[in-house]
Protein backbone atom coordinates (compact mmCIF):
# COMPACT_ATOMS: atom_id res chain seq x y z
CA UNK A 1 0.00 0.00 0.00
CA UNK A 2 1.37 3.28 -1.02
CA UNK A 3 1.43 5.95 1.59
CA UNK A 4 2.60 9.54 1.32
CA UNK A 5 2.68 11.61 4.28
CA UNK A 6 3.50 15.55 4.35
CA UNK A 7 5.06 17.51 7.56
CA UNK A 8 6.81 20.99 7.94
CA UNK A 9 3.58 23.02 7.26
CA UNK A 10 2.72 26.10 10.01
CA UNK A 11 2.11 29.68 10.34
CA UNK A 12 4.99 32.57 9.20
CA UNK A 13 5.14 36.20 8.56
CA UNK A 14 5.44 37.38 5.13
CA UNK A 15 8.84 36.88 3.88
CA UNK A 16 9.78 33.64 6.07
CA UNK A 17 10.77 30.16 4.60
CA UNK A 18 9.28 26.86 5.21
CA UNK A 19 10.51 23.28 3.76
CA UNK A 20 8.06 20.94 3.38
CA UNK A 21 8.34 16.83 3.43
CA UNK A 22 6.74 14.57 1.46
CA UNK A 23 7.86 10.83 2.85
CA UNK A 24 6.47 8.07 1.19
CA UNK A 25 5.91 4.46 1.78
CA UNK A 26 5.21 1.56 -0.66
CA UNK A 27 6.70 3.33 -3.32
CA UNK A 28 10.55 4.20 -4.65
CA UNK A 29 10.04 7.97 -5.12
CA UNK A 30 13.07 8.16 -7.07
CA UNK A 31 11.07 5.78 -9.98
CA UNK A 32 7.89 8.38 -9.98
CA UNK A 33 7.48 11.47 -10.51
CA UNK A 34 6.27 13.76 -7.51
CA UNK A 35 4.29 16.97 -7.55
CA UNK A 36 3.63 18.84 -5.31
CA UNK A 37 -0.24 21.23 -5.02
CA UNK A 38 -2.13 23.64 -3.15
CA UNK A 39 -5.44 24.29 -2.44
CA UNK A 40 -6.41 27.41 -0.57
CA UNK A 41 -10.07 27.82 0.66
CA UNK A 42 -12.37 28.82 -2.08
CA UNK A 43 -10.12 27.27 -4.94
CA UNK A 44 -9.18 25.31 -7.00
CA UNK A 45 -6.55 22.76 -6.50
CA UNK A 46 -3.68 24.53 -8.68
CA UNK A 47 -0.10 22.93 -9.51
CA UNK A 48 2.96 24.03 -7.12
CA UNK A 49 6.31 22.08 -8.02
CA UNK A 50 7.39 18.82 -9.69
CA UNK A 51 10.02 16.45 -10.04
CA UNK A 52 10.32 13.86 -12.95
CA UNK A 53 11.08 10.56 -12.04
CA UNK A 54 14.65 11.42 -14.32
CA UNK A 55 15.50 14.52 -12.79
CA UNK A 56 13.35 17.20 -14.31
CA UNK A 57 11.82 20.35 -12.59
CA UNK A 58 8.77 22.14 -13.09
CA UNK A 59 7.66 24.96 -11.32
CA UNK A 60 4.60 27.00 -11.06
CA UNK A 61 5.17 30.68 -12.37
CA UNK A 62 3.69 32.30 -9.33
CA UNK A 63 6.67 30.22 -7.42
CA UNK A 64 9.40 30.09 -9.32
CA UNK A 65 12.20 31.64 -8.20
CA UNK A 66 11.23 31.13 -4.50
CA UNK A 67 10.33 27.49 -4.25
CA UNK A 68 13.04 24.72 -4.77
CA UNK A 69 11.96 20.93 -5.13
CA UNK A 70 14.38 18.21 -4.08
CA UNK A 71 14.23 14.62 -3.54
CA UNK A 72 16.35 12.52 -1.27
CA UNK A 73 16.42 8.95 -2.23
CA UNK A 74 17.76 7.79 0.27
CA UNK A 75 15.20 8.76 2.63
CA UNK A 76 12.84 8.50 -0.07
CA UNK A 77 11.27 11.95 0.08
CA UNK A 78 10.92 14.67 -1.61
CA UNK A 79 10.80 18.15 0.01
CA UNK A 80 9.98 21.53 -0.96
CA UNK A 81 12.23 24.45 0.30
CA UNK A 82 9.21 27.57 0.08
CA UNK A 83 11.20 30.75 0.62
CA UNK A 84 9.86 34.96 0.27
CA UNK A 85 6.40 33.29 1.52
CA UNK A 86 3.57 35.65 0.67
CA UNK A 87 -0.25 35.21 1.60
CA UNK A 88 -1.46 34.11 -1.41
CA UNK A 89 1.08 31.00 -0.70
CA UNK A 90 -1.49 30.36 2.30
CA UNK A 91 -3.43 26.89 1.61
CA UNK A 92 -3.22 23.13 2.30
CA UNK A 93 -0.16 21.83 0.50
CA UNK A 94 -0.42 18.13 -0.82
CA UNK A 95 2.26 15.68 -2.23
CA UNK A 96 1.55 13.01 -5.22
CA UNK A 97 2.91 10.81 -7.27
CA UNK A 98 2.48 10.54 -10.99
CA UNK A 99 1.26 7.92 -13.09
CA UNK A 100 1.91 9.76 -16.39
CA UNK A 101 0.90 12.68 -18.62
CA UNK A 102 1.51 16.31 -18.10
CA UNK A 103 2.82 16.93 -14.61
CA UNK A 104 1.05 20.35 -14.10
CA UNK A 105 -2.40 18.15 -14.19
CA UNK A 106 -3.36 16.89 -10.81
CA UNK A 107 -5.31 14.28 -13.42
CA UNK A 108 -1.54 12.66 -14.21
CA UNK A 109 -1.10 11.58 -10.42
CA UNK A 110 -2.40 8.51 -8.83
CA UNK A 111 -1.64 8.72 -4.96
CA UNK A 112 -2.19 11.61 -2.59
CA UNK A 113 -1.61 12.70 0.43
CA UNK A 114 -3.23 14.13 3.43
CA UNK A 115 -1.62 17.38 3.06
CA UNK A 116 0.36 19.75 5.16
CA UNK A 117 -1.33 23.60 6.02
CA UNK A 118 1.05 26.73 5.31
CA UNK A 119 -0.63 29.86 6.44
CA UNK A 120 1.47 33.10 5.95
CA UNK A 121 0.32 36.04 7.46
CA UNK A 122 0.72 39.73 6.41
Known amino acids: QVQLVESGGGLVQAGDSLRLSCAAS????????VGWFRQAPGKEREFVAAISWSGGIYYADSVKGRFTISRDNARNTVFLQMNSLKPEDTAVYSC????????????????WGQGTQVTVSS
Open 96 to 111: ATARGGYYYLSASYDY
Open 26 to 33: GRTLSSYG
